[in-house]
């Protein structure tokens, strides 16, 4: 049995006996320690491999190098540091010789603290894109009592720091998790981050770094021309210049409402830019910068500028110019925007009974005519942004299955679009922000055939559990068909037919989707929905969002779910479960 002594150390067995077999198993206060004895000298590890927990006991010592039998983790043997970043440093522990006894100390002090290590171990998990390792550092973050911001800063820091085309879809994914988090289960927030982190890793993978211009090294120049520079360049795809001058502007102290005004401003230059991520990347990119703070702008926005400078704009293509262009009516309209503005500007605007039904018809020329006598009568790009929001949830609430999947996709873009520029009205007065309400409008015109036939809005009764309701509704993203898609939706309604709490309902949602290996729009479209929710106080519009957004989560599942294996992997380990033996076997490092 192994003895304490005074000084901490615990005897291990007799050093003859090490000697002789070459390597002993013990106990030592709690732990589970591997002694070896190689090249004359005795070593101890934890026996406990820091990938995925299998006996390092079991293990070949060669040449003072430790290796795992089950991945092939190669550990130097005197202090514990790993050859393979996957691995992690085994914990080590010093070794005496007394008197022909050996002895371990199993609590020595450790150099770096649990924050320390578990950050670095997750910009390591970043770096290899290693998706068990960023997991485990989130776990392990968590555990230390960070909370989100933590590993979210070092997510943004690592993305803009080293993926040459900027801001992507990864950085997104994050941002959007972050904006998840408080929506999720409290045990789905580290899924949460989790699921944005490797997708950060995925996207910057391979690729080369984000070289930094440097700002303009000009003085007293006002907003209005540093806002004409940015937009001169980024029209003519100029990504350097207008990156020079942005990082002039947000040195020079410009607010975020006008650093906001310059890059909406551009995004809106031309229509519905790569079928609107762009705006929706800026969108995101703000609001990541409300979690992290305004100090992260001039690290985050610039990274925004390659994608916009690069960005495809939708009146080159022909569905914006046949049969009807209605890229040249809505240009023709911008002209007139600032002073239907200023006509406005004292009124207050009411919406119309029969406004949503205008977005969802057949006449363009109706459509931005109705915004125009909105925008001219004192409707706020804000306002006018909620209700086209709305209208871009119709057209998914009613999406016919019957449609190319592919096309969830297009009502999709239109409303994560839509979603985007009313994030926009919310964080600038900028007039240009309008001419993103009318694109979005007119995306909706054009999403028009993919509601025919339209799927009717569920309006059920509501005289169920709505405890039983909701699990009836979690069954239905279990299996892939079209009937589940529409039996969702019916379900969601039923839900909050029968008075369940919407709370509730979104954090089963948020449970379903982070288990998922659902992928950028999924992630994309829950976020708005939940979103949306903040702003809508008609309880019938409230229904079409989650109606909507359950729908087109059940259209993208089941999926393999190979993110969640993952992630159980390093939760099991955490709590130091034996994974490498059969599931009846499992038991925890500690038995």
Not at 31 to 46: I, L, Q
């Amino acid at each position: 049995m192994a003895t304490t002594d005074d000084s901490g150390y615990v005897r291990v067995g007799d050093a003859e006996e090490v000697r002789e077999a070459g390597r002993k198993l013990v106990r030592a206060d709690g732990r589970h320690v591997a002694v070896f004895y190689h090249e004359g000298e005795f070593h101890a590890v934890d026996n406990r491999c820091p990938h995925m927990g299998f006996p390092l006991m079991d293990g070949t010592v060669d040449d003072g190098i430790l290796t795992c039998h089950w991945h092939h983790a190669r550990f130097e043997l005197s202090c514990g540091d790993t050859f393979d970043p996957f691995a992690d440093d085994v914990p080590s522990y010093p070794v005496e010789v007394r008197d022909g006894d050996v002895y371990v100390d199993p609590y020595p002090d450790r150099d770096r603290d649990p924050v320390e290590h578990w950050t670095g171990r997750l910009e390591t998990g970043l770096q290899e894109n290693l998706s068990l390792v960023v997991a485990k550092s989130v776990v392990g973050l968590e555990d230390a009592g960070v909370d989100y911001t933590g590993p979210l800063r070092v997510g943004v820091e690592f993305g803009t720091e080293y993926r040459e085309d900027g801001w992507g879809r990864g950085l997104t994914t994050l941002g959007v998790m972050a904006n998840l988090v408080e929506d999720v289960r409290p045990e789905d927030r580290r899924r949460a981050l989790y699921t944005g982190l490797t997708e950060v890793a995925s996207n910057v993978s391979g690729e080369p770094p984000f070289f930094e211009q440097k700002p303009l090294q000009a003085t007293d120049v006002s907003p209005e021309r540093l806002n004409d520079w940015f937009r001169e360049n980024v029209e003519v795809r100029d990504s350097d210049g207008a990156e020079r001058v942005l990082r002039a502007a947000i040195r020079s102290g410009l607010d975020e409402s006008e650093v906001a005004a310059m890059l909406f401003g551009a995004a809106t230059d031309h229509l519905y830019l790569d079928t609107g991520h762009r705006l929706d990347f800026i969108n995101t990119a703000f609001e990541t910068l409300d979690h992290l703070g305004w100090e992260y702008a001039e690290q985050v926005l610039p990274t925004l500028v390659p994608g916009l400078a690069a960005a495809s704009r939708a009146e080159e293509n022909s569905s914006w110019r046949q049969p009807i262009d209605v890229a040249e009516l809505l240009f023709d309209t911008c002209t007139e925007l600032p002073s239907l503005v200023e006509t406005g500007a004292s009124e207050t605007w009411e919406e119309p009974e029969d406004f949503v039904e205008t977005l969802l018809g057949e006449d363009p020329h109706t459509i931005v005519d109705e915004l125009a006598g909105a925008v001219a009568t004192g409707a706020t790009a804000e306002e006018l942004a909620e209700v086209v929001t709305y209208a871009a949830a119709r057209r998914i609430a009613q999406f016919g299955t019957s449609n190319e999947f592919g096309d969830w996709n297009t009502v999709h873009h239109t409303f994560t679009y839509a979603n985007a520029v009313h994030g926009a009205a919310r964080r600038t007065d900028a007039w240009e922000v309008y001419r993103g309400v009318f694109d979005a409008a007119m995306n909706v015109y054009l999403d028009r055939f993919l509601n025919t036939p339209p799927a009717p809005i569920p309006d059920p009764e509501g005289d169920r559990d709505p405890d039983a309701v909701v699990e009836d509704l979690k069954e239905t993203f279990e299996v892939e068909r079209d009937e589940e898609v529409d039996r969702a939706g019916r379900l969601t309604a039923e839900y909050l037919a029968s008075g369940g709490d919407v709370d509730r309902l979104k954090s089963a949602l948020g449970e379903v989707l982070l288990r998922e290996d659902a992928g950028f729009h999924p992630n994309q479209n829950l976020e708005a929905v939940f979103n949306q929710l903040d702003y809508q106080d008609d309880p019938d519009r409230r229904r079409v969002f989650l109606v909507a957004g359950a729908r087109y989560l059940s259209a993208h599942t089941p999926t393999r779910r190979e993110a969640e294996q993952t992630f159980r992997i390093a939760e099991r380990l955490n709590r130091g479960e034996k994974i490498h033996e059969a599931d009846g076997e499992a038991a925890t490092a500690d038995d």
